[in-house]
């Protein structure tokens, strides 16, 4: 009898070993604080606490199943919270980064539905350095314009990623307005791909955005739709496609990304412009058109040090002006170990023939003239 005891207690640990082994959930983070000198705001020089100067603060959970067959249920669950003062980011969300379920297949890739990026961060994204650890928020170009900085994500989208095809991989995404007398009132779809092969990576994709915005009047504006009240622009249309590719050569890798957005029907700016709608004066009416080039460079001195930068050109036809602007980024970091470091970095904007905007830093006020340097020193911890 003792040893028919022994015997199911041993299965009965096998068993519970065998579905703990097939089912994970991970808690996983990152904090982001700094702080930051900036010689104009609104005129005035300002000190100020930052958080989410290069990555925005969050915790997540992450999960998977397996169903057998190389099919798995997945998840994931992410929040943005600003470590300064502790309060939720996204539009007060609870998970406002993230938030999907789905199955993924080892042969034919994942659906997931729920709050998703799009395709411009998900396959654009990478080369420039807005979107990475090497620069961040400061990097991004003006208003975020292309969203490479995750201004926004896309809800009631249901999302394809593919399997890696030899170094190719592609993916759509389409979000629902969820308005039964508007189907095309505030949805959102996209689609991208990249290609790697040795140290290069190309990307392109392309973002549409109907009705994200009221023209004329953000009262009517869907916000049950695909994009929420944090997009960067409210606008009858937006259009954004970018291209980009880098090389990496030893510790060195060096990249360029071209983008471009075109609005119509603009009625304004929405609260993922940031600071910037501050420096904005009659930013409304018609249309509105945006190109960017970046040219970026990263190198690891040492496994713990590195040296990144960028510089931007972009170029815009809004309310009646044709500003350009010009910003310059540089960013060191020193690893302390495998989940913190330290880093430095510092921001140069100058617009030109710009009547309606001042210059303005992403993430920061905007400065009183066409001016403005910005200067962080910050701390990340992963988790």
Not at 19 to 44: E, F, P, R
Not at 298 to 325: D, E, F, N, Q
């Given at each position: 009898?003792m040893?028919?005891t022994?015997?199911?207690?041993?299965l009965?640990g096998?068993?519970?070993?065998a579905?703990?082994?097939?089912s994970?959930?991970?808690?996983?983070g990152?904090i982001?604080?700094g702080?930051?000198?900036?010689n104009?705001?609104?005129?005035?020089?300002?000190?100020?606490?930052?958080?989410?100067?290069?990555?925005?603060s969050?915790?997540?959970?992450r999960g998977a199943?397996?169903?057998?067959g190389?099919?798995?249920?997945?998840?994931?669950?992410?929040?943005?919270f600003?470590?300064n003062d502790?309060?939720?980011?996204q539009?007060?969300r609870?998970?406002g980064?993230?938030a999907?379920?789905g199955?993924?297949?080892?042969?034919?890739?994942a659906?997931?539905?729920?709050?998703?990026?799009?395709s411009?961060?998900?396959?654009?994204?990478?080369l420039?350095?807005?979107g990475?650890?090497?620069?961040?928020?400061q990097?991004?170009h003006?208003?975020?314009?292309?969203?490479?900085?995750?201004?926004?994500?896309?809800?009631?989208?249901?999302?394809y990623q593919?399997?890696?095809y030899?170094?190719f991989?592609?993916?759509a995404l389409?979000?629902?307005?969820?308005?039964?007398?508007?189907?095309?009132?505030?949805?959102?779809?996209?689609a991208?791909?990249?290609y790697?092969?040795?140290g290069?990576?190309v990307?392109a994709a392309?973002?549409?955005?109907?009705?994200?915005?009221?023209?004329?009047?953000?009262?009517?504006f869907?916000?049950g739709?695909?994009?929420s009240?944090?997009?960067?622009f409210f606008?009858?249309r937006?259009?954004t496609?970018?291209a980009?590719?880098?090389y990496?050569?030893?510790?060195?890798?060096?990249?360029?990304v071209?983008s471009?957005t075109n609005?119509?029907?603009?009625?304004?700016?929405?609260?993922?412009?940031?600071?910037q709608?501050?420096?904005?004066?009659?930013?409304g009416?018609?249309?509105?058109?945006?190109?960017?080039?970046?040219?970026?460079?990263?190198?690891?001195?040492?496994p713990a040090?590195?040296?990144?930068?960028?510089?931007?050109?972009t170029?815009?036809?809004l309310?009646?002006?044709?500003?350009?602007?010009?910003?310059f980024?540089l960013?060191t970091?020193?690893?302390?170990?495998?989940?913190t470091d330290?880093?430095?970095?510092?921001?140069?904007?100058?617009?030109?023939?710009?009547?309606?905007?001042?210059?303005?830093?992403?993430g920061?006020?905007?400065s009183?003239?066409?001016k403005q340097v910005?200067?962080?020193?910050?701390?990340?911890?992963?988790f």
């Amino acid at each position: 009898m003792m040893k028919k005891t022994l015997m199911v207690a041993a299965l009965t640990g096998v068993f519970a070993t065998a579905a703990q082994a097939q089912s994970s959930v991970t808690l996983y983070g990152l904090i982001d604080a700094g702080i930051t000198y900036t010689n104009n705001q609104h005129g005035h020089s300002n000190w100020q606490e930052t958080s989410g100067s290069v990555n925005g603060s969050r915790w997540g959970l992450r999960g998977a199943e397996d169903l057998g067959g190389g099919l798995k249920a997945i998840f994931t669950l992410e929040n943005g919270f600003g470590i300064n003062d502790g309060t939720l980011k996204q539009g007060g969300r609870e998970f406002g980064r993230q938030a999907f379920v789905g199955l993924a297949s080892d042969q034919f890739g994942a659906v997931t539905l729920g709050r998703q990026y799009d395709s411009m961060v998900d396959y654009v994204g990478p080369l420039a350095l807005t979107g990475t650890q090497y620069g961040g928020t400061q990097f991004a170009h003006p208003f975020d314009n292309d969203n490479l900085n995750n201004s926004f994500r896309v809800n009631n989208s249901v999302k394809y990623q593919s399997v890696n095809y030899g170094g190719f991989k592609f993916g759509a995404l389409y979000g629902f307005s969820n308005q039964a007398d508007g189907f095309a009132n505030n949805r959102a779809y996209s689609a991208g791909a990249s290609y790697n092969w040795g140290g290069l990576n190309v990307a392109a994709a392309y973002l549409q955005l109907n009705s994200n915005g009221a023209t004329g009047a953000q009262a009517a504006f869907n916000s049950g739709g695909a994009v929420s009240s944090d997009n960067t622009f409210f606008a009858g249309r937006q259009q954004t496609w970018g291209a980009g590719a880098n090389y990496a050569f030893g510790p060195a890798t060096v990249g360029l990304v071209y983008s471009q957005t075109n609005l119509s029907g603009l009625a304004g700016i929405g609260a993922g412009a940031s600071g910037q709608s501050a420096g904005v004066g009659g930013f409304g009416g018609g249309s509105a058109h945006f190109q960017n080039f970046e040219a970026n460079a990263r190198y690891a001195l040492t496994p713990a040090v590195s040296i990144a930068g960028s510089y931007t050109y972009t170029k815009a036809s809004l309310a009646g002006t044709r500003p350009h602007w010009n910003q310059f980024n540089l960013q060191t970091a020193y690893a302390l170990s495998k989940r913190t470091d330290v880093y430095l970095q510092g921001e140069y904007q100058q617009v030109n023939d710009g009547a309606i905007v001042d210059a303005d830093i992403n993430g920061l006020a905007a400065s009183g003239n066409n001016k403005q340097v910005a200067v962080t020193a910050g701390l990340r911890h992963r988790f």
